[in-house]
């Protein structure tokens, strides 16, 4: 019998773990890539368009873990089979630590730089404080997420918004920056879009991990609209930053601003680098836990550990380009688990499942879509480079899911 979570986060809560989530520094990189070849309002339109499809997917994904009150991998051993399931969650938790990794490095670079460059002792006790508030945020469970981002977010807030008057004043204000900025090159709108979809709809499609513990409907989809609305702002933050310094990501607009921007802009990223970070693991914790013999403390435990000893290994022996391949990585994979998860829970199963029973071994059709979708999602990521196989994946995958049903329903 699997255990049911019980409600006790309200929609205050919950919204504040999912702007805790979405205030991720990748998104700021994505928005400045984008508008190197594109007019700013044409670039606000793909945020949003791109967004709305989150939100969608994150609603799907979120009210599942509402509706069932269990994580995600328990809901994926009635999709795919109780074999499969821990072997796909044990190489997704994999995924989702080494990437953490990579956010720890730049949370201890960001604690580095407010202080100066070159500074290694500074950047030890910025891992130090990272794996502190990760760990804390894991022990004391998914509510506590909240109170970090009740903590922090408000200062982040304020700093955004000087980060954002520092820019418009160094741009020569609104149409400095947004009328009179001509792109370097063209991009489709199509094209940009997916890039922004398929860059975030895979941790999207997790949320069940953080909502199945949120008291009604209401909360989950308030939330996922919050923290949306939070992740097209980062965005913005990305797009305008690089219309006035032309650098890419947070940290390359902080050096470009100096100053004072510089020291703020390395405190936002500390702050929200540290809101994200437990969520994330969260959701890795809960795989391992669900699909090895391992307690859920224990992973706890070792996991922000293993985060610590990555972000210091970057720093100190290797580089970031062993985590590049990562992210391609996870898009590859966890794009067509989502598709086929969320097709099978609401169109296959009519959004409920009988869990009295126990889940079997092996759903040839699950794990037949799965496969044929990473397949798709391989090709479009490596062999078709410049496509979002993370995305075409996804999709490619549910419409083999919801085909395999229909042909073949008793093998599901």
């Known amino acids: 019998?699997?255990?049911?979570?019980?409600?006790?986060?309200?929609?205050?809560?919950?919204?504040?773990?999912?702007?805790?989530?979405?205030?991720?520094?990748?998104?700021?990189?994505?928005?400045?890539?984008?508008?190197?070849?594109?007019?700013?309002?044409?670039?606000?339109?793909?945020?949003?368009?791109?967004?709305?499809?989150?939100?969608?997917?994150?609603?799907?994904?979120?009210?599942?873990?509402?509706?069932?009150?269990?994580?995600?991998?328990?809901?994926?051993?009635?999709?795919?089979?109780?074999?499969?399931?821990?072997?796909?969650s044990v190489v997704l938790s994999l995924c989702l630590i080494l990437w953490m990794c990579f956010d720890a490095f730049y949370s201890a670079s960001a604690a580095e730089m407010i202080f100066g460059a070159g500074k290694g002792w500074i950047f030890v006790i910025g891992v130090v404080v990272t794996t502190?508030?990760?760990?804390?945020?894991?022990?004391?469970?998914?509510?506590?997420?909240?109170?970090?981002?009740?903590?922090?977010?408000?200062?982040?807030?304020?700093?955004?918004?000087?980060l954002m008057y520092f820019i418009f004043k160094q741009g020569g204000g609104w149409k400095g920056v947004v009328v009179d900025y001509k792109p370097l090159g063209v991009m489709g709108m199509g094209t940009a879009i997916n890039i922004i979809?398929?860059?975030?709809?895979?941790?999207?499609?997790?949320?069940?991990?953080?909502?199945?513990?949120?008291?009604?409907?209401?909360?989950?989809?308030?939330?996922?609209?919050?923290?949306?609305?939070?992740?097209?702002?980062?965005?913005?933050l990305g797009?305008?930053?690089?219309?006035?310094?032309?650098?890419?990501?947070?940290?390359?607009?902080?050096?470009?601003?100096?100053?004072?921007?510089?020291?703020l802009t390395n405190i936002f990223c500390f702050l929200a680098i540290n809101n994200s970070q437990p969520s994330t693991v969260h959701i890795a914790s809960n795989l391992f836990h669900g699909s090895l013999p391992v307690k859920k403390r224990t992973c706890d435990w070792i996991i922000p550990i293993v985060l610590a000893a990555g972000a210091l290994y970057i720093r100190f022996v290797s580089s970031l380009d062993i985590f590049t391949h990562v992210a391609s990585f996870v898009g590859a994979v966890m794009g067509p688990s989502v598709g086929v998860s969320l097709c099978d829970y609401w169109l296959c199963k009519g959004g409920t499942i009988d869990m009295s029973d126990a889940p079997r071994k092996v759903c040839p059709n699950g794990l037949i879509s799965i496969l044929l979708g990473v397949v798709v999602a391989v090709i479009f990521t490596y062999i078709i480079p410049g496509m979002p196989g993370g995305l075409i994946g996804c999709f490619g995958a549910a419409l083999i899911r919801w085909l395999m049903h229909a042909i073949a329903p008793k093998l599901d």
Request: net charge positive; hydrophobic share 50%.
């Open 239 to 263: 797009i305008l930053g690089y219309v006035v310094t032309g650098a890419y990501g947070i940290n390359a607009v902080a050096l470009a601003l100096g100053g004072v921007a510089n020291i």
């Open 1 to 88: 019998m699997i255990e049911k979570k019980t409600p006790r986060i309200g929609v205050f809560g919950f919204c504040m773990i999912m702007v805790a989530y979405t205030v991720t520094l990748n998104v700021t990189t994505t928005g400045a890539t984008i508008v190197r070849d594109m007019s700013v309002p044409r670039t606000w339109f793909c945020f949003l368009i791109g967004c709305i499809f989150l939100i969608f997917t994150g609603m799907l994904s979120g009210n599942m873990g509402l509706r069932e009150r269990v994580t995600t991998d328990a809901v994926w051993k009635y999709c795919y089979g109780t074999a499969f399931t821990s072997i796909l």
């Open 132 to 162: 502190l508030i990760t760990w804390y945020g894991l022990t004391r469970g998914v509510e506590t997420l909240a109170i970090l981002g009740k903590i922090s977010l408000p200062f982040a807030g304020v700093i955004y918004v000087v």
């Open 197 to 236: 979809a398929s860059q975030y709809m895979c941790m999207a499609g997790m949320w069940g991990d953080l909502s199945c513990e949120v008291d009604v409907k209401k909360s989950v989809n308030i939330g996922i609209i919050v923290g949306f609305t939070v992740h097209f702002l980062m965005g913005t």
